[in-house]
DNA sequence: GCTATCGGATAGTGGAACTATCTAGGATGG
DNA sequence: CCATCCTAGATAGTTCCACTATCCGATAGC
C-alpha cells in the first residue's frame, strides 16, 4: 500500500507518518522508484504500536525511538530492553522529567548552589531520600528480590517514596509496602507467564514491552476501579456515584 | 517569610512561584504592604505537593490546578475527589494526552457531545473498543464490584485494552486479568487502611490523593523490580544486570 | 495528456511550562 | 537619611515538543 492507505487504515495523517519516518520511529517504505514507496502490514502494525506507545503509553516521540530501536536490535538482550522500558517510563513521568521543559532549577543535582552538600558521596541526597533509599533497600533484601539496587526502576522508586514524605506523607510507602509488594510479585508473576509462552525474540520483547508500558495503565485503571469498589464498601454510599456528582456531604470516614 | 525563603526553602525558583501564583495552584501570599506579602509553612506544603504531582505525579499544571481545587473545596465528598483524580490521570497518561502536544482527535476523550446513549453498552466503538468493554464488563461483574461503569476509570481501562488488542495483543488482558484483579484488590485495601486513619477532611482528601498518583508510580517501580527478579529467577542470568551494561546502550534516558 | 497523489525537504504552528525584564515601591543596616 | 538589597505584579519572551503546512518535481493510473 501506499502511504495515503496506510494514514486512511490507522487513522494517523500523511504528514504524522513522514513526521515519524523521519524521526526514526517507523521505517520507511521500501521504495519501488525515485519517488513512490509501498508501505506492508508490518508498517501499519508498528505505526499502531507508536500510537499506544504515546497515546496510551505516554511516551514521548523520543522514548518510543529508543524502545523502538531496542526492540529492533538483535544484539540487545531482552532484559536490557526491559531496562530501557523503564528508563523510558522514569524519564516520562517520574525522575528527570525529560519529555518536557527545561531541567533546569530543580532535579539536574545541586546547581541551584543551596544545598551546599556537594561533598557527602553516596547520592549527594536529602534527608529525604537518604531515607527512602534504605527502605527501598529493606524492601529488597526482605523480599529477596535480585535487583541491582541501581536498577531505574529502584531510584524511582526512592525517588516517589522522598516525594511522599517530602508531602508529609512519609509513613505511606511503610503502611503499605507489603501489600504493595504481594501485589507486585502476583502481577509480575502473570506478567512472566503471559511472554513465556513466546519463543521468537521478536514477539517475546514486545510482549515486555506493551505488557509493561500499557500494563501500567491497565493496573492503575483496575486500582481505581478496586478502590472505589472497596470504599463503596466501606462506607457503604451506594452503589457507586460515578465521577463528579454533587452527592451527600463528604462522607464521614469512620 | 517572603517569598525568596519560600524559594530557597523548596528549591523552586521565584518566577515559576510566581507563575504557579498565576496559575491559582498557590494562593497569594498574606500582602503586608502593597508590594510586600507573607508565606507561610502552609504554602511550603503546597509548593512541595504541586512539585510532587507535576515531577513525580506527572500531570501537567492545569491537572493539578484542578485537583487542588478539588482539595480545597469542603463542599466537594471526597469520591468526587477520587473521581477527579481519576480523571486527571486519564487526560495525562490514558485517554488523550491531553497534557502536552496535540490531541486534535477530539479533546476530552469523555464525549463532550449528547452521549444519549447510555446503560446499554456499544457506543461509536471499533471492533477493539467493544470487545475490551465486553471484558471489562465481565470482569466487573464477575468481581461484583460495585462501580458505576461510566466512571473514567473504566473507559481508561477499556481504552487500554483496546490499545493492546489493535497492536496484536488481545489476548493479555485476559491472560492476567485474574491476577491483576487481585492485586488491585490487594492493593485497594491497602489504600483504604492507609487513608481510613484520617478523621478530618483535608487530611483524608489529601492522603487520598497523594496515594492514588504517587502510589502509581511506586506500584509500577516495584511491578518492574518483581519483574527483574522473578525473570532473574526464571532465567537465572545472575543477580541482575542492571540497567546498562555495555551493549544495551539506550540505559540512560537522556 | 491530465490530474490526483506521492516522496522528500523545509518551514511554520500552537500549546505548555517556564523565564526574563521592567516598574514602583518597601526593608534594612549604618 | 541613604544605599543596597528584596519584593509584587505585569508583560513579554524563551524553549521544547509534537505535529502541520507548503513546496517541489515526479509518477500512477486513467
Known amino acids: 500500500m501506499r502511504i495515503g492507505e496506510l494514514s486512511r487504515r490507522t487513522g494517523v495523517s500523511v504528514p504524522t507518518i513522514k513526521f515519524y519516518v523521519r524521526e526514526g520511529l517507523l521505517p520507511p517504505g521500501r521504495l519501488t522508484s525515485p519517488n513512490q514507496a509501498h508501505y506492508d502490514e508490518e508498517h501499519e502494525r508498528r505505526l499502531r504500536l507508536i500510537r499506544a506507545l504515546i497515546g496510551i503509553g505516554g511516551l514521548s516521540v523520543a522514548a518510543v525511538a529508543d524502545v ?45 548552589g543551596e544545598d551546599g552538600e556537594d561533598g557527602s558521596e553516596g547520592g549527594g541526597d536529602d534527608e529525604e531520600t537518604a531515607a527512602a533509599r534504605a527502605e527501598v533497600e529493606a524492601l529488597v533484601a526482605r523480599r529477596g528480590w535480585r535487583v541491582n539496587p541501581r536498577r531505574s526502576a529502584a531510584q524511582s522508586l526512592v525517588e516517589a517514596v522522598a516525594a511522599m514524605a517530602r508531602v508529609g506523607h512519609g509513613d505511606f510507602f511503610e503502611r503499605v509496602v507489603e501489600a504493595y509488594a504481594d501485589a507486585a510479585e502476583l502481577i509480575a508473576r502473570a506478567d512472566l507467564e503471559y511472554v513465556s509462552g513466546r519463543t521468537d525474540r521478536d514477539s517475546l520483547v514486545e510482549g515486555v514491552v506493551v505488557g509493561t508500558l500499557l500494563g501500567d495503565k491497565v493496573i492503575a485503571a483496575m486500582r481505581r476501579l478496586a478502590q472505589a469498589d472497596a470504599s463503596a464498601r466501606r462506607f457503604d454510599d451506594g452503589p457507586d456515584p460515578a465521577d463528579g456528582p454533587a452527592g451527600t456531604g463528604g462522607g464521614a470516614p469512620e
Do not use: N, Q, Y
Not at 531541567?103 to 541551584?112: F, W, Y
Open 68 to 112: 523502538l530501536a531496542a526492540i529492533d536490535d538483535p544484539s540487545r538482550p531482552v532484559h536490557a530492553v526491559l531496562g530501557m522500558t523503564t528508563g523510558s517510563i522514569a524519564g516520562h513521568g517520574a525522575g528527570g522529567s525529560a519529555g518536557r521543559g527545561g531541567d533546569r532549577s530543580g532535579k539536574g543535582g545541586e546547581e541551584a
